[in-house]
Every structure is written in structure tokens, then in C-alpha cells.
């Protein structure tokens, strides 16, 4: 949640209406993942842990697959330094 209010902040300053609009498309993106858990590329460098990332536009989603539960563990604009 951080990550999104991070991003909606930055983007706001700019343009309120794009920032709303991209906060609620990075909101959705998780859905995809609860039907396709493992769509995203497997990061080894996580090993043994399964984690993988998954771009959505100009964003990128980490996050993590433990059993049958799904973490995102952080969001990001791709340009971003991470």
C-alpha cells in the first residue's frame, strides 16, 4: 500500500486525474495473478523462494508465492532506481 500511495503522490503533482487512474489499474493487476499465480518471471536470484514479477505498463510488481498465498512485495515505475 506504501508503494501505491508513494506512486499516486508523486503523480498527482502533475495530474490528479492520472495518478487516480493509475492507482486504480495497479489495483486491478493483482486479479490476473489470482487466476495465473505463476504468469510472472521467476526471479533465481530470490532462490529458493518463489518469486517473480510481473510488468503491468510502464510498472513492475514483485511478489511472492507461498502455497496457495500470493504477496506482492513491492511496486514500482520502471524507471525508478530499484
Known sequence: ???LARLYDFLALVNRLSAARTVRQ??????????NPRIGE???EYEP????RLLVGHYEFRYE???S?????????SRECR
Open 65 to 67: 508465492i507461498i502455497a
Open 49 to 52: 523462494r518463489d518469486v517473480r
Open 26 to 35: 495497479l489495483t486491478a493487476a493483482p486479479t490476473t495473478l489470482l487466476m
Open 42 to 44: 521467476r526471479l533465481d
Open 69 to 77: 498465498t500470493l504477496y506482492v512485495l513491492c511496486i514500482w515505475h
Open 1 to 3: 500500500m506504501s508503494d
